[in-house]
């Protein structure tokens, strides 16, 4: 369809339309953003199916176990040597923009990119001199070791990659975030394919290498034409700003160990009281909760985080920002939910087969818990914009203590679905921690707006889901096709209104123009 028949359209739209220019702004921004993330990670996904069948076809199933093991052991030492600098140079990217010295940014840049040189560095060194016991621990054999010491100009490369993308994801250029990680996912999946199909189990490592490579060229290339090349050459300059991402980007790295360690945790406790089964029935749950809702996580991490970082300081324009981002989170993410919810025997029969039924009930307790998620993100964001490395801790303790504590109690009580239980109550007692700690720091409340569209969403929700546990199998499922389509109405209905036409994201106005 033509581009004037979309803006007869945009003309002759109702008036349910209308909004002050600012919000709609703000709202389209946040929309904007989603898509592109979205869309990239939706085609970085069928790029990763394709390249494991590929892969798995020419290795085997030994191969691929090979390939798997491999890539767990880069992706353990960069989580533990990067220290969680990509994540804080994100912060102190995004706050430099900020200041009216035009030398800030540049210095920022130059002490996250020597940070990342040498802790990728010391990651990749460490691996090399201890592959020996690596390769021990991980194949319980020696005969891998010069393939894991290979491994550490991987953990250098991938470090350096992750401190361009912080660099672009510091200045907000979402649009260009995306495109780096589409043509690097594009060239990679090639790569690693001729690689592999040449060199076979010895392609391995250096496919994994050129990965990460590929990821850092692309990436670098994308920042060209940015204020980043400025003579800042201040030694104790420098050193401060180093010393200051590694002591934010520690609180980072430890979140994300209490998550890699409840998750690692949970599963022992299945094993042990209730067999190998059940720990499979819960990562397929767990993986099918998760995977919608991901493009909604990765948009908040990749604009919304910079973006609150620029007006932390500013409580009333922040506390704008939160409202605005949980509500186009929730507006984008609660049809999905409603539909894994009511659909969710199906999904786990395309996604598995019928011998994974057991992990039903599962998935549905998961989905609650990922609804709470994108309640509670986009508020916790508050804590990290703000740097607050004992808040930022605190609260992602508590959650794993709060998810191990119950999950050790809900599995004895309940069984398997206990562990899916558990982690919905988590996120009830991360919720509540959050909110509290984030009205003291800032006085952030929700609007009313948020209450409406959120009290809707509960309603539905909440029908859906105990229509699936006490009403029967054909009735639960004609009622979470209404409230799926009902939601899906009222979203498209809603972000119209808050958005615009005029701000909606040109890929979605032809859809626009076809329900008129």
């Given at each position: 369809?033509?581009?004037?028949?979309?803006?007869?359209?945009?003309?002759?739209?109702?008036?349910?339309?209308?909004?002050?220019?600012?919000?709609?702004?703000?709202?389209?921004?946040?929309?904007?953003?989603?898509?592109?993330?979205?869309?990239?990670?939706?085609?970085?996904?069928?790029?990763?199916?394709?390249?494991?069948?590929?892969?798995?076809?020419?290795?085997?199933?030994?191969?691929?176990?090979?390939?798997?093991?491999?890539?767990?052991?880069?992706?353990?030492?960069?989580?533990?040597?990067?220290?969680?600098?990509?994540?804080?140079?994100?912060?102190?990217?995004?706050?430099?923009?900020?200041?009216?010295?035009?030398?800030?940014?540049?210095?920022?840049?130059?002490?996250?990119?020597?940070?990342?040189?040498?802790?990728?560095?010391?990651?990749?060194?460490?691996?090399?001199?201890?592959?020996?016991?690596?390769?021990?621990?991980?194949?319980?054999?020696?005969?891998?070791?010069?393939?894991?010491?290979?491994?550490?100009?991987?953990?250098?490369?991938?470090?350096?990659?992750?401190?361009?993308?912080?660099?672009?994801?510091?200045?907000?250029?979402?649009?260009?975030?995306?495109?780096?990680?589409?043509?690097?996912?594009?060239?990679?999946?090639?790569?690693?394919?001729?690689?592999?199909?040449?060199?076979?189990e010895a392609g391995i490592v250096p496919a994994i290498a050129l990965t990460a490579a590929v990821s850092a060229v692309v990436t670098r290339w994308y920042l060209r034409g940015l204020p980043l090349h400025m003579d800042v050459s201040d030694r104790?300059?420098?050193?401060?700003?180093?010393?200051?991402?590694?002591?934010?980007?520690?609180?980072?790295?430890?979140?994300?160990?209490?998550?890699?360690?409840?998750?690692?945790?949970?599963?022992?406790?299945?094993?042990?009281?209730?067999?190998?089964?059940?720990?499979?029935?819960?990562?397929?749950a767990w993986t099918i909760g998760g995977l919608y809702l991901g493009f909604v996580f990765q948009a908040m991490g990749a604009d919304f985080y910079p973006r609150l970082t620029s007006v932390a300081q500013n409580h009333e324009e922040a506390n704008?920002?939160?409202?605005?981002?949980?509500?186009?989170?929730?507006?984008?993410?609660?049809?999905?939910?409603?539909?894994?919810?009511?659909?969710?025997?199906?999904?786990?029969?395309?996604?598995?087969?019928?011998?994974?039924?057991?992990?039903?009930?599962?998935?549905?307790?998961?989905?609650?818990?990922?609804?709470?998620?994108?309640?509670?993100?986009?508020?916790?964001?508050?804590?990290?914009?703000?740097?607050?490395?004992?808040?930022?801790?605190?609260?992602?303790?508590?959650?794993?203590?709060?998810?191990?504590?119950?999950?050790?109690?809900?599995?004895?009580?309940?069984?398997?679905?206990?562990?899916?239980?558990?982690?919905?109550?988590?996120?009830?007692?991360?919720?509540?921690?959050?909110?509290?700690?984030?009205?003291?720091?800032?006085?952030?409340?929700?609007?009313?707006?948020?209450?409406?569209?959120?009290?809707?969403?509960?309603?539905?929700?909440?029908?859906?889901?105990?229509?699936?546990?006490?009403?029967?199998?054909?009735?639960?499922?004609?009622?979470?096709?209404?409230?799926?389509?009902?939601?899906?109405?009222?979203?498209?209905?809603?972000?119209?209104?808050?958005?615009?036409?005029?701000?909606?994201?040109?890929?979605?106005?032809?859809?626009?123009?076809?329900?008129?």
């Amino acid at each position: 369809m033509s581009s004037q028949n979309i803006k007869q359209d945009e003309a002759s739209a109702p008036a349910l339309l209308s909004a002050p220019p600012a919000t709609r702004g703000s709202y389209g921004q946040i929309l904007k953003s989603s898509v592109l993330i979205g869309s990239s990670s939706a085609i970085n996904i069928l790029l990763g199916i394709v390249r494991t069948k590929i892969v798995a076809v020419i290795l085997g199933p030994a191969g691929f176990g090979l390939h798997g093991l491999f890539n767990s052991i880069m992706e353990l030492v960069v989580s533990i040597a990067g220290l969680g600098v990509s994540s804080s140079g994100v912060r102190e990217v995004a706050a430099a923009r900020e200041s009216s010295d035009c030398t800030v940014v540049p210095k920022t840049v130059k002490a996250l990119r020597r940070t990342c040189w040498i802790l990728g560095g010391l990651g990749g060194a460490s691996l090399m001199v201890f592959a020996s016991y690596f390769s021990r621990l991980t194949f319980n054999s020696p005969d891998y070791q010069w393939g894991v010491a290979l491994l550490g100009s991987a953990v250098f490369l991938r470090m350096l990659a992750n401190g361009e993308s912080a660099i672009l994801q510091g200045f907000r250029r979402i649009g260009d975030l995306s495109r780096s990680s589409i043509y690097a996912g594009l060239i990679s999946t090639f790569g690693t394919i001729v690689v592999v199909f040449y060199w076979r189990e010895a392609g391995i490592v250096p496919a994994i290498a050129l990965t990460a490579a590929v990821s850092a060229v692309v990436t670098r290339w994308y920042l060209r034409g940015l204020p980043l090349h400025m003579d800042v050459s201040d030694r104790e300059d420098t050193l401060r700003r180093m010393r200051s991402l590694i002591h934010l980007g520690v609180a980072f790295m430890a979140s994300g160990l209490v998550a890699m360690a409840s998750a690692y945790v949970i599963r022992i406790m299945l094993t042990s009281e209730l067999g190998l089964d059940a720990a499979g029935y819960y990562h397929a749950a767990w993986t099918i909760g998760g995977l919608y809702l991901g493009f909604v996580f990765q948009a908040m991490g990749a604009d919304f985080y910079p973006r609150l970082t620029s007006v932390a300081q500013n409580h009333e324009e922040a506390n704008r920002l939160v409202n605005e981002q949980a509500m186009i989170s929730l507006l984008l993410g609660g049809p999905g939910i409603l539909a894994t919810i009511a659909c969710s025997p199906f999904v786990i029969a395309l996604f598995y087969s019928e011998k994974f039924a057991s992990a039903v009930p599962m998935l549905r307790w998961i989905c609650l818990g990922m609804a709470l998620r994108v309640v509670t993100w986009p508020v916790g964001f508050m804590i990290i914009a703000k740097a607050r490395r004992d808040l930022i801790v605190f609260t992602e303790v508590a959650w794993g203590f709060a998810h191990l504590s119950s999950a050790w109690v809900c599995i004895k009580l309940f069984g398997l679905n206990g562990a899916a239980f558990a982690f919905f109550f988590s996120y009830v007692v991360h919720g509540l921690l959050v909110y509290y700690l984030v009205r003291r720091i800032s006085g952030f409340k929700w609007s009313s707006e948020y209450i409406i569209v959120g009290s809707v969403y509960s309603i539905l929700v909440v029908t859906v889901f105990f229509a699936t546990f006490f009403v029967p199998v054909l009735s639960a499922s004609i009622i979470g096709i209404a409230a799926c389509i009902i939601a899906s109405l009222y979203s498209f209905r809603m972000l119209l209104k808050l958005v615009g036409v005029a701000n909606i994201p040109s890929s979605l106005k032809r859809v626009l123009v076809l329900f008129r």
